[in-house]
């Protein structure tokens, strides 16, 4: 059987002679390490396959390739000699390479007050391309936060007023009294509406460092709200401050992840999008914002 010549059918001559744009394999199951961590990701590896002629591409060739990926950190060198191994293995066929990988990265996070902790993940795409021999990468972050409607609280901050009037307006004010009154339920007649919000984040990449991990953090940094893992009921009251404090529009969370993100010097661009999943209504608010680095 072995000694039989294997029909080799990617040889041969295409019955239409058209180039493409991609072709490759989606979701090949690979483990990563980034920061230290290995992690089960799924990768798409393409090539554009321009020689209109040729039947198809090798596949077994991308698949191989992608055994560079599982011994060392994930970096934008790294990345770079994975899509030139495309090419290389390639020649004459194809003119670009395409790389995209999707994981969950994992981070451990502490409580807000107690001395516990707990793991978050971070969906994550890494997509790199080597494109007319231009080199790109670009990731797609997820991070999840808390969001409280800065209208409403001060739409229930009234209604407390009022009630505070209609509880105490002919009485002589009792430190006493008010103290027990903020206690009570009449306190807090009525709470502003809070949501589980997201914020998409998709950032052209330059430099040599893949960035994941300082990103997240300067993301949640700036939104001041993300959410938690352990939580005890300390943890959650310094979370209700926390809310109290950073009330937010979804115009206000991406201003501020504009602002976080155009600081960091491995960000040439991004393209951004929050979305607060509303509870007052069935649709969610949403903003988005773009930034485009002008290097001098
Ligand atoms: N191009 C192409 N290959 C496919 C497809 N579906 C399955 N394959 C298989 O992918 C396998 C690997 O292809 P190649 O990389 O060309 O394998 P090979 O000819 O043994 O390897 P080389 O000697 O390096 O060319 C082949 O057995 C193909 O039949 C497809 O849609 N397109």
């Avoid at 103290?179 to 502003?192: D, K, R, Y």
Wanted: charged content about 20%; aromatic content about 6%.
């Amino acid at each position: 059987m072995n000694a039989l010549t294997l029909p080799d059918i990617a040889a041969q001559a295409s019955r239409q002679a058209l180039p493409l744009d991609w072709v490759g394999m989606c979701g090949i199951a690979l483990p990563i390490l980034i920061d230290g961590q290995r992690l089960s990701a799924r990768a798409d590896a393409g090539v554009s396959l321009d020689d209109g002629e040729a039947r198809g591409i090798h596949m077994s060739r991308l698949y191989l390739a992608l055994e560079m990926l599982e011994q060392q950190a994930l970096t934008p060198a790294l990345l770079r000699n994975v899509l030139q191994r495309f090419l290389d293995t390639h020649e004459g066929l194809s003119k670009n390479a395409y790389l995209r990988i999707h994981t969950d990265l994992l981070l451990k996070r502490p409580a807000l007050v107690s001395p516990l902790a707990g793991w978050k993940s971070y969906p994550v795409s890494i997509e790199a391309r080597l494109e007319n021999q231009m080199f790109h990468v670009e990731l797609k972050i997820d991070v999840t936060y808390s969001s409280t409607c800065p209208c409403s609280a001060a739409l229930a901050r009234q209604l407390i007023q009022q009630q505070f009037l209609e509880d105490f307006g002919n009485t002589p004010l009792q430190h006493e009294d008010v103290l027990t009154w903020l206690g009570s339920a009449n306190g807090i007649v009525a709470t502003p509406h809070s949501q589980r919000s997201s914020a998409q984040l998709h950032v052209h990449l330059q430099g040599e460092h893949l960035a994941l991990t300082d990103l997240i953090n300067d993301a949640e940094a700036a939104l001041g709200t993300a959410v938690q893992t352990a939580v005890k009921r300390a943890d959650e009251q310094a979370f209700a401050l926390a809310n109290g404090q950073n009330l937010m529009f979804c115009e206000d969370a991406a201003r501020r992840l504009n602002l976080a993100l155009k600081r960091s010097d491995a960000v040439k661009a991004f393209h951004l999008k929050v979305i607060h999943a509303e509870s007052l209504h069935a649709h969610d608010a949403v903003a988005e914002s773009r930034w485009t680095r002008h290097s001098a």
